[in-house]
């Protein structure tokens, strides 16, 4: 339903010269969900992302957030907060002296600004005395995710908001985000780590060369007809080889590329979508043949993504 659409793009372009950043970009985030962007590097996430926060304006398309139509002028509505490029922080300024210094910007009162809370929010209660300079990547991370906190936003946008995060400031990270998001609003972040992903995100877009390959949840991205590569261990590898060979729709990858993935131990890598997968299972069990490990040699979803943004590039000529 449109009304509850935070972010609604329709065949949206962006060009720097030459460069066609974003090429007809359709987008829809709903309120309370959290989106995820991803691609390979210049595929225009950024571009994207600093559209939504009105850094820049599109050249083309439409473009509406929280409802409002944004037109050429570089300005976001009212409720919107994030970063790209790593947070604007002052390096000179204590975390706190931060925050207060962009509460004065947005013109309220440093009480009431909520500062003691959103550092509580981000984990950063202990260090909110000490001057920025001072903070790791993953910390500034943090303060960059108060201060978009503060502006208490309807639609949240972050640039790779994980990075340089470990994994405790990456859970902490995370819970903030689902609890924002279960509040009702509307997350949208790009990531290079499909774990995170996973992990933060109901639905993506893959961006591949400005063009979007997909868009929708992630179970779908993931699809079960889709090939993917296994490694499989059994009892006896020749019978195995043997038996994969005359299973329709499985393929032996011994050769090429794929020999980079066979370890020296008899495990054999195979090619296959799922169905074709499980028959081979239930013919190596028939035959005698015990199934050691059998996993795939990238995730499901990571797989899906190279395969969409390779195809995409292939296409392109890139
Ligand atoms: N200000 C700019 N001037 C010129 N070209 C630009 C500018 N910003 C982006 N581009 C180009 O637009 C394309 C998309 O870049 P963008 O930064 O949006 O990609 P990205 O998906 O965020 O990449 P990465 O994963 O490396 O951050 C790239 O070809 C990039 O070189």
């Given at each position: 339903?449109?009304?509850?659409?935070?972010?609604?793009a329709?065949?949206?372009?962006k060009?720097?010269?030459d460069?066609i950043?974003?090429?007809?970009?359709?987008?829809?985030?709903?309120q309370?969900?959290?989106?995820?962007?991803v691609?390979?590097?210049?595929a225009?996430?950024?571009?994207?992302?600093?559209?939504?926060?009105?850094?820049?304006?599109?050249?083309?398309?439409s473009?509406?957030?929280?409802?409002t139509?944004?037109?050429?002028?570089q300005?976001?509505?009212?409720?919107?907060a994030?970063?790209?490029?790593g947070?604007?922080?002052?390096?000179?300024?204590?975390a706190?002296?931060?925050?207060a210094?962009?509460?004065?910007?947005r013109?309220?009162?440093r009480?009431g600004?909520?500062?003691?809370?959103?550092?509580?929010?981000?984990?950063?209660t202990?260090v909110?005395?000490?001057r920025a300079?001072?903070?790791?990547?993953?910390?500034?991370?943090?303060?960059?995710?108060?201060?978009?906190?503060?502006?208490?936003?309807?639609?949240?946008?972050?640039?790779?908001p994980?990075?340089?995060?470990?994994?405790?400031?990456?859970?902490?990270?995370?819970?903030?985000?689902?609890?924002?998001?279960a509040?009702?609003?509307?997350?949208?972040?790009?990531?290079?780590?499909?774990?995170?992903?996973?992990?933060?995100c109901s639905?993506?877009t893959?961006?591949?060369?400005?063009?979007?390959?997909?868009?929708?949840?992630?179970?779908?991205?993931?699809?079960?007809?889709?090939?993917?590569?296994?490694?499989?261990?059994?009892?006896?590898?020749?019978?195995?080889?043997r038996?994969?060979?005359?299973?329709?729709?499985?393929?032996t990858?011994?050769?090429?590329?794929?020999?980079?993935?066979?370890?020296d131990?008899?495990?054999?890598?195979?090619?296959?979508?799922?169905?074709?997968l499980?028959a081979?299972?239930?013919?190596?069990?028939?035959?005698?043949?015990?199934?050691?490990?059998?996993?795939?040699?990238?995730?499901?979803?990571?797989?899906?993504?190279?395969?969409?943004?390779?195809?995409q590039?292939?296409?392109?000529?890139?």
């Open positions: 339903m449109d009304t509850l659409l935070a972010v609604r329709r065949g949206v372009t060009r720097f010269g460069v950043a974003l090429d007809g970009v359709d987008l829809e985030v709903a309370g969900r959290i989106h995820g962007l691609g390979p590097n210049g225009g996430k950024t571009t994207l992302l600093g559209l939504l926060l009105g850094l820049a304006a599109a050249d083309g398309g473009l509406e957030i929280l409802r139509p944004v037109g050429r002028a300005a976001a509505p009212e409720g919107v994030g970063f790209v490029d947070p604007g922080l002052y390096p000179a300024l204590t706190r002296q931060n925050l210094a962009l509460a004065a910007l013109g309220r009162d009480r600004a909520g500062i003691d809370e959103v550092l509580d929010q981000v984990g950063l202990d909110a005395d000490d300079a001072g903070f790791s990547l993953g910390m500034r991370q943090r303060l960059g995710l108060a201060a978009a906190l503060l502006a208490r936003p309807r639609l949240l946008v972050l640039d790779e994980s990075n340089g995060l470990d994994p405790a400031g990456k859970r902490h990270v995370h819970g903030v985000l689902d609890r924002l998001a509040d009702g609003t509307a997350v949208v972040l790009s990531s290079h780590r499909m774990d995170d992903l996973e992990a933060l639905e993506v893959v961006l591949a060369t400005g063009r979007v390959v997909f868009s929708g949840p992630l179970g779908e991205l993931a699809a079960a007809d889709r090939e993917l590569d296994y490694r499989l261990l059994t009892s006896d590898p020749t019978a195995a080889r038996i994969a060979a005359g299973t329709g729709g499985v393929r990858l011994d050769d090429g590329p794929a020999a980079r993935l066979r370890p131990d008899g495990r054999l890598v195979l090619r296959a979508p799922l169905p074709a499980d081979l299972v239930a013919r190596l069990v028939r035959e005698g043949v015990a199934v050691r490990e059998l996993a795939p040699v990238v995730s499901p979803l990571e797989a899906a993504f190279l395969a969409l943004t390779d195809q590039q292939q296409e392109d000529g890139r």
